[in-house]
T-cell receptor, first 115, second 114 residues
Framework: DTEVTQTPKHLVMGMTNKKSLKCEQHMGHRAMYWYKQKAKKPPELMFVYSYEKLSINESVPSRFSPECPNSSLLNLHLHALQPEDSALYLC??????????????FGQGTRLTVV | AQSVTQLGSHVSVSEGALVLLRCNYSSSVPPYLFWYVQYPNQGLQLLLKYTTGATLVKGINGFEAEFKKSETSFHLTKPSAHMSDAAEYFCAVSLSGANSKLTFGKGITLSVRP
């Protein structure tokens, strides 16, 4: 299984809502990532978890709250978002045990629209 | 710090023609280099990677890339374009293996004319 599964695929939320994005992988990867991608732009790193601990936060606003409940799951909790937060949110994972297996495997993304 | 430059935003080729997508990188240490492809409304799929060893790297779907340290380049090629190759292509660099930040180029859109 080389898949990273993200749910939901699409999400529309109001600025006062609270919602969560979910990501799951069963490849035994111990690094998991959240990226944000705006239209016609490259992905931008938001967070990195290594061995279930937050290791990188790219100065992301606190209205985005990541969580890694276990080595297979990664969540992104959303609260009080702004319309400019509308984007494709991509989850990825990578192997920490072998340096040569460094590539990130990406999910299909969640298309988020904030209204 | 590392960075990636992908010149141009759009490349158009005829079906069956050579595909060449350029990528230049900047890195203070030996880099790990990647090419990813993204189809509309999809995630990113790894085409190929360079970590160490052989500088000519073969990937999926007939793509290959050559790491040239002297030119700080990692250009992507495919001898014969197929209609299904039309997509967005991203070159990316990281400084080390595990748990390192992937820095992407701005991407380039490949169109394939029948």
């Amino acid at each position: 299984d080389t898949e990273v599964t993200q749910t939901p695929k699409h999400l529309v939320m109001g600025m006062t809502n609270k919602k969560s994005l979910k990501c799951e992988q069963h490849m035994g990867h111990r690094a998991m990532y959240w990226y944000k991608q705006k239209a016609k732009k490259p992905p931008e790193l938001m967070f990195v978890y290594s061995y279930e601990k937050l290791s990188i936060n790219e100065s992301v606003p606190s209205r985005f709250s990541p969580e890694c409940p276990n080595s297979s799951l990664l969540n992104l909790h959303l609260h009080a978002l702004q319309p400019e937060d509308s984007a494709l949110y991509l989850c990825a994972s990578s192997d920490l045990d072998k340096a040569e297996n460094t590539e990130a495997f990406f999910g299909q993304g969640t298309r988020l629209t904030v209204v | 710090a590392q960075s990636v430059t992908q010149l141009g935003s759009h490349v158009s080729v005829s079906e069956g023609a050579l595909v060449l997508l350029r990528c230049n990188y900047s890195s203070s240490v030996p880099p790990y280099l990647f090419w990813y492809v993204q189809y509309p409304n999809q995630g990113l799929q790894l085409l190929l990677k360079y970590t160490t060893g052989a500088t000519l790297v073969k990937g999926i779907n007939g793509f290959e890339a050559e790491f040239k340290k002297s030119e700080t380049s990692f250009h992507l090629t495919k001898p014969s374009a197929h209609m299904s190759d039309a997509a967005e292509y991203f070159c990316a660099v990281s400084l080390s293996g595990a748990n390192s930040k992937l820095t992407f180029g701005k991407g380039i859109t490949l169109s394939v004319r029948p």
